[in-house]
């Protein structure tokens, strides 16, 4: 095998090598749904990372590239699902299109981390020129491959914790992991997603330091000599190393596993998954069948006994200063149960705009609102329009609203009267740091409410993979509501207790438990970010290592 890896790294043909950062962006893409072969995400940039060793900066860019398109791509590409979109009045070609243009434009942007983590890496490599001057210590002999992956993980993760900062995020390393791989996500708890990720890099870079020292040394017939056996042990070191942190991380997360979770403080909880398709959805039909089985969901609930019941993202399409012209409301006057009812409010410092915000809201069994929580992370071009004073003329032509989305204030806090809630609608399941900062501030419990209607079932799948990371991140209960799967309870260890079909009507109750526990990623945030930082700064001074 390793003189198979040594002609293929060896070769002058480009195409061998561009198929094996194919290939490598490929098993990345396997990890997450539908196929959720997430062993691979542990090998999966070896490849990559082998190919950096020896290129020039354009291969650099080349493989990077080639690889971000095959896990990005392949990862994503239930984004095509938006096609058609014959019903908001957009062409068949034109929908095709769109949903082409988006699909690409997403994968081209997950890519671009992969091209700034190789030209990292080929920096990284250059600066062996400049090793004998006082700035820089590059590492050489035993320590090299150590420092390489040090820089790797911390380069990697920073880059993420970039990406994660903007208005496109979804695809972090760690969320290949879930929801089955358990053990792994618990070490989310320390620091977030950082810390699977970290482990991610980590494991493929040592595997792919250890096949490079191989592939280096290798000698076909001569037996060795004490300075070849020198550097057998020496890369046989860096595969322990590699298994070492494998097994000990999982074996960390399993002793957290095993920690039973304490049941105190319960809620009777209740989801109403409606299966309203969006092609009817903001139609006269589709308003008529929301308000039917959100109201007879509610009904069903109350007379179970449950203390709240919670609707996914815009069950009701209307905005809640007319809830008391729905059924629903009248059903909540009847049952006196509290509702966390999904639908649309009008900007909260000035009601007569032409902007609404999308909502999740608490009312009380006397119908009243007493508490709202506005989606903060909207969707770009489907929620609101980038650089709209210049293509917004443009873009509105394809909505079937004339109002504008406008964003919730960062600083919300859900309050209801079962406590402080941890609120994310739909998009806000990709960013771990808007948990963190609502559960900070005393969330008990999370609350998600989703539309997921227009995606083929992967992309359910992957989100309910997202909420369960969030679960583990801030130690707490998580109920999901959708409009057509999957909605779910998960525990804090991240096991789904329920999680119910796929585009289809259902109601169900269940009990989920607040906690007032606080995780290190809580009280601290990204804190191993920082700790990687300086340390591979420090390497690169000298000071360590």
Not at 25 to 49: Q, R
Not at 63 to 77: C, P, Q, R
Not at 189 to 205: D, K, L, Q, Y
Not at 421 to 437: D, L, P, T
């Amino acid at each position: 095998m390793i003189a198979i890896i040594k002609t293929f790294l060896a070769s002058k043909n480009l195409y061998p090598k561009l198929a094996l950062a194919l290939g490598g962006g490929m098993l990345m893409g396997l990890t997450p749904a539908p196929v959720e072969a997430f062993p691979l995400a542990w090998i999966a940039l070896v490849p990559l990372w082998l190919l950096l060793a020896d290129c020039t900066l354009k291969q650099s860019v080349i493989f990077a590239l080639i690889w971000g398109l095959a896990y990005h791509g392949l990862a994503l590409f239930w984004i095509t699902g938006i096609h058609p979109m014959t019903w908001l009045g957009v062409p068949w070609l034109a929908s095709l299109a769109i949903a082409a243009f988006c699909w690409l434009f997403i994968s081209l942007w997950g890519a671009a981390l992969v091209i700034a983590w190789a030209l990292g890496m080929f920096s990284l490599r250059k600066l062996k020129l400049k090793a004998r001057s006082k700035k820089f210590l590059l590492q050489k002999g035993f320590f090299a491959p150590f420092q390489r992956v040090l820089i790797g993980v911390a380069w990697w993760c920073l880059l993420e914790a970039i990406w994660s900062s903007g208005v496109l995020w979804w695809t972090s390393l760690s969320y290949t992991q879930s929801p089955h791989n358990l053990l792994i996500l618990q070490l989310a708890r320390f620091s977030g997603p950082t810390t699977v990720t970290a482990a991610i890099v980590a494991v493929n870079g040592l595997i792919a330091e250890f096949i490079y020292q191989k592939v280096k040394h290798l000698r076909d017939t001569s037996p060795l000599s004490g300075r070849e056996e020198l550097k057998e042990r020496a890369a046989n070191s860096i595969l322990a190393a590699a298994l070492s942190l494998l097994l000990s991380s999982h074996a960390i997360g399993w002793a957290i596993y095993a920690r039973p979770i304490t049941q105190e403080n319960p809620i009777k909880i209740g989801i109403v998954q409606g299966n309203i398709p969006n092609n009817i959805k903001l139609f006269t039909d589709g308003f008529q069948r929301a308000m039917q089985r959100y109201t007879s969901g509610y009904e069903a609930l109350a007379d179970r006994g449950v203390d709240a019941v919670l609707t996914p993202e815009g069950a009701l399409p209307v905005f809640i200063d007319r809830l008391q012209d729905t059924p629903i409301y009248a059903a909540i006057l009847k049952h006196k149960t509290l509702a966390w009812l999904g639908a649309y409010g009008r900007e909260p410092d000035n009601p007569t705009a032409l902007s609404y915000t999308n909502s999740l809201f608490t009312v009380t069994g006397q119908g009243n609102a007493v508490s709202r929580f506005d989606k903060i992370k909207l969707v770009p071009l489907g929620e609101y329009i980038p650089f709209e004073p210049i293509v917004g003329k443009f873009i509105d032509r394809l909505s079937p609203l004339e109002a504008h989305m406008i964003p919730g204030k960062t600083s919300q806090v859900f309050e209801t009267p079962l406590g402080k809630a941890s609120v994310g609608i739909c998009y806000e399941s990709a960013f771990a740091e808007h948990f963190r900062r609502q559960t900070a501030r005393g969330g008990e419990f999370i609350l998600t409410a989703s539309n997921n209607a227009h995606y083929a079932k992967s992309m359910p799948a992957q989100h309910h993979a997202q909420d369960v990371m969030r679960a583990i991140e801030n130690d707490r209960w998580a109920a999901r509501a959708t409009n057509t799967g999957y909605s779910g309870i998960v525990n804090p260890h991240g096991s789904t207790i329920w999680r119910s079909g796929i585009k289809t009507y259902e109601v169900h109750a269940d009990t989920i438990y607040r906690r007032k526990t606080r995780t290190l990623y809580v009280r601290f945030g990204d804190w191993l970010l920082g700790v990687l930082i300086i340390l591979a700064v420090l390497s690169l001074l000298g000071f360590s290592m």
